[in-house]
């Protein structure tokens, strides 16, 4: 999974990038370079962690985000960075960076925080992105219209009526995340890469002294900007950047200092991010590895099995299955077995969370 960061320069893209990789990329104004930054992480899973006690696996294997943390590149003189904006178009999630910290040493790039204003700027970069790639398609189908067979012309007609569809939506100020849209229009458009329809994680990034009156903000924000395909987290990133360097006991210290309850912002980030994607993850174990597999949920037992190995969907025979808290709870495989609780499930199984999955198969 690919997550890009962006937001407006010193919101604290950088801060977050190092945050959820423990990083060290340069932050503040030497941070606009035009290179991004890019970093590899593991998805914290306590699941997994549990798993490889029993096992004592040879290797252990989180499931994987990139994060991308890009330059600002605005509108500005040159028009929109098509480049940027192509980039962007194949993420699976974007994260959008607000700032809603004052701090007197770090100059805004609009003079004043201002989040409602800053998410509208932003925006409309990414709105007029699109609907440029709309025109363009748009005016290229009606000099083709002219050449095609009849035939070819209602097809042609019908892609253009969902071209248009999207462009009025895009010319009110609404992202094409929240249109309206059928399985299968989605499925036609998809190529295009429009940035506006890829879900989207609005990280409010709020100072230090914001930290107690994160329930009053995220209500505020909900109101105005909570819809479809979006979801919404406060972050303070600059103490989560801190706190990232720390070992786990100092940073669970740190946080209780801070009055931090709770998971910590960046997991709950994750699951989130999980959940818009319509994402959940099974489980295999073993004494060579113990892994956990995303998948998109509604997955049959041999569909998710073709995400280890496609040997594994073609010569799927079935699939020997135990919920992972009733595996743990057992505290091993053979005893779950003893107790009649590892079930064989068929071709028609419908893959659940926490499935831990040992695949039965022939080629
Ligand atoms: N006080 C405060 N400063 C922050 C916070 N987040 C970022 N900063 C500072 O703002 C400056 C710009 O942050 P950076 O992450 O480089 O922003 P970017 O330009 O969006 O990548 C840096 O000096 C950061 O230390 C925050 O939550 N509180
Ligand atoms: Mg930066």
């Known amino acids: 999974m690919k997550i890009g960061i962006i937001g407006i320069p010193r919101s604290g893209k950088t801060s977050l990038f190092n945050a959820v990789t423990r990083g060290s990329a340069i932050v503040g104004s030497y941070s606009a370079a035009n290179e991004p930054n890019i970093g590899t992480v593991q998805v914290p899973d306590t699941r997994l962690d549990a798993l490889a006690e029993i096992y004592t696996p040879k290797k252990t294997t989180y499931a994987e985000i990139q994060w991308v943390d890009y330059p600002y590149a605005g509108i500005g003189s040159s028009g929109i960075d098509q480049q940027l904006m192509q980039s962007l178009g194949e993420l699976d999630v974007l994260v959008h960076v607000v700032r809603s910290f004052a701090d007197a040493s770090v100059p805004h790039d609009q003079g004043s925080v201002d989040t409602d204003r800053d998410i509208g700027i932003l925006e409309l970069e990414l709105q007029f992105s699109d609907l440029e790639l709309i025109e363009k398609r748009v005016t290229r189908i009606e000099s083709e219209m ?205 893959v659940e969370d926490g499935d831990v999955m040992n695949v039965l198969f022939n080629v």
């Open 146 to 350: 002219r050449s095609v067979k009849t035939a070819e012309r209602s097809e042609l007609e019908r892609h253009q009526k969902l071209l248009n569809k999207m462009k009025s939506h895009l010319e009110e100020g609404s992202n094409l995340r929240t249109l309206e849209m059928a399985e299968t229009e989605i499925q036609e458009v998809k190529h295009y890469n429009f940035v506006t329809l890829i879900p989207e994680l609005l990280v409010i990034n709020i100072g230090e002294d914001q930290l107690g009156e994160v329930e009053g903000i995220i209500e505020t924000i909900n109101n105005e900007h909570g819809n479809r395909g979006r979801a919404i987290v406060l972050i303070c990133a600059k103490v989560e950047a801190e706190l990232s360097t720390m070992n786990l006991d100092e940073a669970l210290e740190f946080r209780s200092e801070l009055g931090l309850t709770g998971e910590p912002p960046l997991n709950n980030a994750i699951a989130i991010t999980y959940d818009m994607l319509g994402l959940h993850s099974f489980l295999t174990a073993g004494e060579d590895e113990c892994r956990a597999w995303p998948i998109q949920k509604g997955l049959t037992a041999p569909q998710a099995a073709g995400k280890i190995h496609s040997d594994l969907e073609r010569g799927f025979i079935r699939v020997e299955v135990a919920s992972y808290e009733e595996l743990i709870l057992a505290g091993s495989m053979a005893e779950l077995k003893k107790q009649g609780k590892l079930r064989t499930e068929g071709k028609q199984y419908i």
